[in-house]
């Protein structure tokens, strides 16, 4: 087995002392041109790889950053990982992804644990309202925070969509095709992406002269079985929604399974809205009507922003940036008057 190359192979290959060499694996800025670049071929030529744990503990790095989700099995995040880890390892970090289940506790045992030193930074999407003792929590971690798809803490960067204005374009073509018993299904006003939802639909109601009915504006849960159990209860009363707008990434699931249990059609019966793209918004039949936003550009963004934090130092002023929503009109959604469909 052969012997693997040591520092020592490394200076006297690229004829440099040791002390040189150290300081360019660790990437100290006053290395001289000519003397970086031989003993990078000499790393190169004898594949030497630093010992990790020890060069983080001199730089005081890691090079890996944390991502704590709620759901990391959820489809449409996989162009958010796959953006942030691009961005990541073209800087020489590595991303550890962490599962919240949503749940406060594992929130914060999570971050207590990869904050003592594992990680650098950390990109997170708390289920946790932020505020009171979690707030405090936050502000007292040793590393910077990027939130995704949150719009506080204050004082922190934040990545949001804006699910306020694609709320507002899709209940506005819903009471277009003359719909009026809208259901919108969210998670809580505690949380940016249910707050802003709720703020679009309303929006979309007042600017016809119209209010909500507040019995189907449910703001419980992000949950796809807490969809499927609202939208079995509402879709049976006498007096059922004649339209439903999935207010999150994963509820879309919840919904359609509801409607297929009670035995009803899309669109004849209800008409319905998702929120982002995805393989089952897409391949259902019909097509399924989403509010989208590019998942990739929320996650180079935040990554890119994250890094900055890092190298930089934190910000006077911390940056805010929302990312652009589309609504896709698709044939889930017709006229309240088709000829198989409800006549309100």
């Not at 004829?15 to 041109?33: M, T």
């Not at 209800?270 to 391949?283: A, H, Q, T």
């Not at 989208?292 to 130092?313: P, R, Y």
Request: aromatic share 4%; with cysteine; glycine share 10%.
């Amino acid at each position: 087995m052969a012997k693997k190359p040591t520092i020592h192979d490394v200076a006297f290959l690229a004829k440099v002392s040791i002390g040189s060499v150290s300081r360019v694996v660790n990437d100290a800025a006053d290395v001289k041109p000519h003397i970086r670049k031989a003993v990078e071929d000499a790393i190169g030529q004898l594949g030497y790889v630093p010992n990790a744990v020890a060069q983080s503990m001199r730089i005081g790095r890691t090079r890996t950053v944390g991502c704590i989700l709620r759901e990391i099995n959820i489809g449409q995040l996989g162009g958010f990982i796959s953006a942030a880890q691009k961005i990541l390892n073209e800087s020489g970090y590595s991303l550890l992804i962490a599962n919240s289940e949503g749940r406060r506790q594992r929130e914060i045992e999570l971050l207590r644990s990869i904050t003592n030193g594992q990680v650098d930074g950390v990109l997170m999407g708390p289920y946790t309202p932020i505020e009171g003792e979690f707030e405090e929590f936050l502000r007292s971690l040793p590393v910077p925070l990027v939130m995704i798809d949150r719009d506080k803490p204050e004082w922190c960067d934040v990545v949001y969509a804006d699910h306020e204005g694609g709320t507002r374009q899709a209940t506005e073509h819903l009471l277009g095709l003359g719909h009026r018993r809208i259901m919108l299904l969210t998670g809580s006003t505690n949380l940016h992406p249910g707050a802003a939802r709720v703020r679009g639909f309303e929006q979309a109601y007042a600017a016809r002269g119209l209010k909500p009915i507040p019995e189907l504006v449910v703001t419980e849960s992000f949950m796809s079985d807490n969809a499927y159990y609202t939208t079995s209860s509402l879709l049976t009363q006498s007096k059922p929604p004649t339209a439903v707008i999935a207010g999150g990434i994963d509820m879309l699931s919840g919904v359609l399974r509801a409607i297929r249990t009670l035995g009803l059609g899309i669109p004849q019966d209800i008409s319905v809205v998702g929120s982002g793209k995805s393989d089952l918004s897409e391949l259902h039949q019909p097509p399924i009507a989403v509010v989208s936003w590019d998942q990739k550009e929320v996650g180079s963004t935040a990554a890119e922003m994250l890094l900055d934090l890092i190298v930089n130092g934190t910000r006077e002023e911390p940056r805010r940036a929302m990312i652009a929503t589309t609504f896709n009109p698709q044939a889930s959604c017709c006229e309240i008057a088709c000829p198989e469909g409800r006549i309100q």
